[in-house]
């Protein structure tokens, strides 16, 4: 009995850590059919939550366990690879949970008139050092 | 030839230390603190305008003063003879530190005897890790210098 219950723990620890997609909302007229594409196919990202709203791309992005050491990095590359992909659009890409968590929220609120506060907003928090 | 013999007879006659049962302890409370200050980053950041970088600062504050609290309650002493270096390396290790040294010096008043003694402890704490940061700041200045790594 014990060793059973040492094995469901022991799934539900395992299983905790499979989650993986790729969130697109876009409230614009560009294509984001390149965007998932760029965002799926990299292999250290297993959750991405993007938001294309007027001017702004935001895209929060959580890395594999044993890429975080990088997530800083892996961030900028795809960055720079959007900015080639969208030139006209102002990128945010982040890996930072609270970038992932509030364009979550943002999301599931579904108010097109607050997303251009609120992304201001997560841009000034995101770019905050201390 | 005396002294010798001496450090035989004790290495004979005093109990062996325990190591791997020390190490194991000492991994589970120091696992433990850390989740619980893992909890405290996460209610930072879910609640709170802080990011997962900015978030350290506040976790660091509120671990310390619930340290500082169980040390006047007389808690994290048992913690402390439960966990050895699991409740001593982690920054609840600190708190413990001062106020264990500020409770312990009070009698002697506040100005001489809390004022004077409560850094006793943690006062190296602070020197050698100011120091420290010092040497690994300016190592890291050399290497971004030299272009080997990014800030």
Avoid at chain 1, 19 to 28: A, F, L, P, S, V
Avoid at chain 1, 33 to 41: A, I, R, S
Avoid at chain 1, 91 to 114: P, R, Y
Avoid at chain 2, 49 to 61: D, G, K, L, M
């Amino acid at each position: 009995m014990k060793k059973l219950g040492m094995l469901f723990i022991l799934l539900f620890l395992l299983t905790g850590c499979s989650e993986k997609g790729t969130r697109i909302e876009n409230t614009t007229t560009f294509n984001d059919d390149q965007l998932e594409k760029t965002l799926d196919h990299n292999e250290h990202v297993k959750l991405a939550i993007a938001l294309l709203h007027e001017k702004d791309l935001i895209a929060g992005i959580r890395v594999n366990t044993f890429s975080r050491f990088q997530k800083k990095k892996i961030a900028n590359e795809l960055k720079e690879k959007l900015e080639k992909e969208y030139p006209e659009l102002n990128i945010t890409v982040s890996a930072d949970s609270k970038v992932l968590l509030e364009t979550q929220k943002l999301i599931n609120k579904g108010k097109e008139g607050e997303y251009h506060k609120k992304i201001e907003k997560i841009k000034s928090i995101e770019k905050e050092q201390t | 030839m005396e002294q010798e013999k001496y450090a035989h007879l004790e290495k004979e006659l005093s109990p062996k230390t325990p190591i791997l049962k020390n190490v194991i302890r000492a991994f589970l409370t120091g696992g433990l603190i850390c989740l619980i200050g893992q909890f405290i980053a996460l209610f930072y950041i879910t609640y709170f305008n802080f990011t997962e970088r900015t978030a350290s600062n506040p976790t660091v504050a509120t671990m310390i003063f619930i340290s500082m609290l169980l040390t006047g309650f007389g808690l994290y002493k048992k913690i402390s003879q439960f966990g050895g270096a699991g409740a001593a390396v982690p920054i609840t290790g600190f708190g413990n530190a001062v106020v264990s040294a500020a409770i312990e010096h009070k009698s002697e008043g506040y100005v001489l005897g809390v004022g004077g003694n409560m850094f006793k402890l943690a006062g190296s704490v602070i020197l050698f890790g100011v120091f420290s940061a010092f040497v690994v700041a300016l190592i890291k200045t050399l290497l971004v210098k030299f272009g080997v790594v990014s800030w």
